[in-house]
């Protein structure tokens, strides 16, 4: 039996998606490209119905900035964003990518996944002033701490 920490954000999914991306990592290994673990991540969310939007387009911050300029690499079930690296070491500048994805979003979770470690450690990175989206939440994949609150 599983123990989650139910104080979690988005506990159920999150797990589910360590799930998908410790496959991945472990069947194709640390060297490939980042399209190609995009490619085998959308196959394994597929496998696993966790609903998701690959290269979501995010819309422009200012005027004149060219659409389509900044893509998240996978929105998962429209509450959690997904980047994945393939990099030595993850930067500031990383996380601060993940942030700017999150508040444009007004998501509240994102998990930022380096597939060229030797150890995968995906890494939450949370949006303190977003709220936490219950009625965007999937029923199937619904934690029981996500529902008592309001």
């Known amino acids: 039996m599983r123990m989650l920490d139910s104080s979690l954000i988005y506990g159920d999914l999150t797990y589910q998606l360590n799930a998908v991306f410790f496959t991945v990592h472990n069947e194709l290994g640390r060297y490939c490209s980042e399209k190609q673990y995009a490619d085998r991540i959308a196959q394994e969310l597929r496998n696993r119905n966790i609903p998701f939007q690959r290269e979501y387009v995010l819309p422009p911050l200012f005027e004149g900035e060219q659409p389509g300029r900044h893509r998240v690499d996978f929105l998962i079930a429209d509450v959690v964003v997904v980047e994945c690296k393939v990099k030595r070491m993850l930067e500031r500048s990383d996380y601060d990518q993940v942030l700017r994805y999150l508040g444009v979003l007004n998501c509240k979770l994102g998990m930022l996944v380096n597939f060229r470690q030797r150890t995968l450690t995906p ?3 949370l949006n ?7 009625s965007a939440y999937p029923h199937h994949l619904h934690d029981k701490s996500v529902s008592s609150v309001s």
Not at 128 to 134: E, F, G, L, N, Y
């Open 123 to 125: 890494r939450r990175v």
């Open 128 to 134: 303190s002033s977003a709220p936490i989206h219950v």
